[in-house]
C-alpha cells in the first residue's frame, strides 16, 4: 500500500462526516450557523495550529517558510475556511446535510483539475475520456441525490 493512501482515507472519511456532524452541532446551537462557523474555528486552531507548531518548534525547522509558501498557503487556508462558511450559510438556509455534500464533494474535484491545471499547465490537451468523467461527476451527484434516503 502507498505510505499516502491511509492520509487520503483519513480526508475522506473526514470531509465525508463533515457536513452532516456541523449541521448536528448548528441544531444544537440554536440553528446559528454563525456561532456553529466560530466553533469550526477554534477546532482548526487546535488541529491546524498546536500539533504542526509543536511539531515544527520540536525540530526547529523554521527557515523552511518562504514568503512564497506562506502566501500560498495562506491563500489555500482561507479558502478552505471560506468553503467551510459556504457549508454552514447554506444548511442555515435551507440546505440539508444530505443534499449539500455530493453537489461540494462532486463539484469541487473538478474545480480542483482545473485550478491545478493553471498553476501547472499539462504538456497536451486532455483526453476526451477527462470530459466524459467531469460529465459522470455530475451524473453520479445527481444519482446520489435523486436516490439518497429520506
Known sequence: MSKWLPFVLLTVLSWGTYIPTLHKGQVALGNSGIHAFLMVGVAYLLVAIAIPGGMIARAGS???????????????????????LGIVLALVNGGRPNVVPPLVFAGAPVVSVFVAALYNPPQQSPSPIFYIGILMAAVGAGLVLAYRPH
Open 62 to 84: 523554521w527557515d523552511v517558510f518562504t514568503s512564497s509558501g506562506v502566501g500560498f498557503t495562506i491563500a489555500a487556508g482561507t479558502l478552505g475556511a471560506l468553503g467551510a
